[in-house]
């Protein structure tokens, strides 16, 4: 008996952890994966996203990449997905964050996020992104995610065909919109594209507006409470946004912004004024920038650039670790930068992009975003928390058909002093 149980316990220590080992390689094998979380489906989001891919692919080739999208611009659907996601325990691999106060006071404060300084030490970045960046991307001395672009709010996009023949100027000031809105309209020419099915355009709209007449300080004050919501710049601004919409199509609430971008292409509309993600779209769609369509600093913010940041960070809890540290080595390259942001529309994060590989309009991205006043964009996390732009996106929803300047003002005050605690 004695040495039956000797004999099976031999046996089993034998074949164990061959047993043991074979199903761990089977699991490991079946499990090599890369689950990551974005809202890029549009034209140019999912091509410049499908791009960096590629590179992991051909450095990584046995990593299955899930490409979890949930469509709907600036993560209108997205961020409430994510939300259940991380809540459930279930976060993937990565997910698409926009740096600053999304990123920082969403999920890093709250205790979601690894820290991945270690990631920027290893590969030498600390020198080849911006101390502006660094710093919006950090807490208590730590970094939480890794920047792929410099994305540009205050664009003013215009058909060039229309301005050809109606021998309009595209304009440069506020006032001068409205003369050329007014001139476009009465030709009977929609003068600008608005898609705001999903509010956040509105919000988009509105930064550029509250820019162009509070200017870069003054706008900046919006947000530590130095620039007062009820003051009369603000009123000025709501009273010029409401002026706006009398020029927009009649169908807006029905488009999103990327069917908002193709009524320019179309000819539908004269202008729209969105993000540089734009770019992408149209070059997605085959045009070539400064041929069918031109661009300006949004109106009356020349001098100024608006920006936000779309980065990935590592949840606590990703599931397959280790390839998402290559995913994220993988964005904040150099090569992957510059195979993702020519698409995107945007310019790199890091200070050493190959310039040659950047078209007309992008260059001249890159050359404002060194010499203008940076101001940060609250439609895309990067001026105010999440729960602060929730207040105001929803503000924006009833103003737009309400058009009731007062209100407006006294919620957008109330929703300041709540989120400033003062
Ligand atoms: C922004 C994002 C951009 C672009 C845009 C439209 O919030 O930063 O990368 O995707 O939404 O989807």
Not at 227 to 251: C, E, I, Q
Not at 310 to 322: I, M, N, Q, V, W
């Amino acid at each position: 008996m004695k040495k039956i149980t000797i004999i099976a316990v031999v046996l089993l220590l034998f074949f164990s952890p061959s047993f043991l080992f074979s199903e761990g390689a089977k699991e490991k094998k079946v499990e090599n994966k890369l689950e990551i979380f974005s809202w890029w489906t549009a034209g140019g989001e999912a091509e410049g996203l499908e791009a960096m891919f590629d590179i992991y692919k051909s450095k990584y080739p046995d990593v299955e990449i899930i490409n979890a999208t949930v469509a709907g611009g600036a993560g209108a659907n997205a961020k409430a997905v994510l939300a259940t996601r991380m809540q459930g325990g279930n976060p993937p691999d990565s997910f698409q964050v926009h740096a600053g106060h999304e990123l920082i006071d969403t999920w890093v404060v709250a205790g979601k996020m690894e820290p991945i300084t270690f990631i920027f030490k290893d590969n030498g970045w600390m020198d080849v992104y911006p101390k502006g960046v660094i710093d919006i991307i950090s807490y208590k001395g730590e970094i939480y995610s890794v920047p792929v672009n410099i994305h540009r709010s205050n664009v003013l996009w215009y058909n060039k065909r229309i301005f050809q023949e109606s021998g309009l100027t595209p304009p440069k000031t506020l006032d001068e919109f409205f003369q050329v809105a007014e001139k476009l309209a009465n030709m009977g020419i929609t003068p600008l594209a608005l898609g705001d099915k999903n509010t956040w355009t509105s919000t988009h709209l509105l930064e550029s507006v509250l820019l162009a007449t509070l200017g870069p300080e003054g706008y900046k004050g919006l947000w530590d409470g130095s620039t007062p919501w009820d003051g009369s710049a603000v009123r000025k601004a709501l009273d010029n946004f409401v002026r706006m919409l009398k020029y927009v199509n009649t169908d807006h609430a029905a488009l999103t912004w990327d069917a908002a971008t193709q009524y320019v292409i179309d000819g539908k509309s004269a202008m729209n004024i969105m993000g540089d993600w734009a770019e992408g779209y149209f070059k997605a769609k085959g045009l070539t920038p400064g041929k069918e369509f031109g661009w300006l600093p949004s109106p009356g913010t020349q001098g100024s650039f608006m920006m936000l940041s779309d980065s990935f960070g590592l949840p606590k809890g990703a599931p397959h670790r280790e390839n998402a540290i290559r995913w994220l080595t993988v964005c904040g390259s150099r090569e992957g930068q510059d195979a993702f942001n020519p698409i995107k529309g945007s310019i790199p994060s890091r200070i050493d992009g190959d310039k040659s590989l950047y078209d007309e309009y992008l260059q001249s991205a890159m050359k404002d975003f060194s010499k203008n006043a940076i101001v940060p964009s609250v439609a895309h996390g990067a001026a105010a928390s999440e729960g602060w732009l929730t207040k105001i996106n929803d503000i924006m929803t009833v103003f737009v058909s309400e058009r009731n300047i007062d209100k407006a003002v006294e919620q957008f005050s109330k929703a300041a002093r709540e989120s400033l605690g003062k």
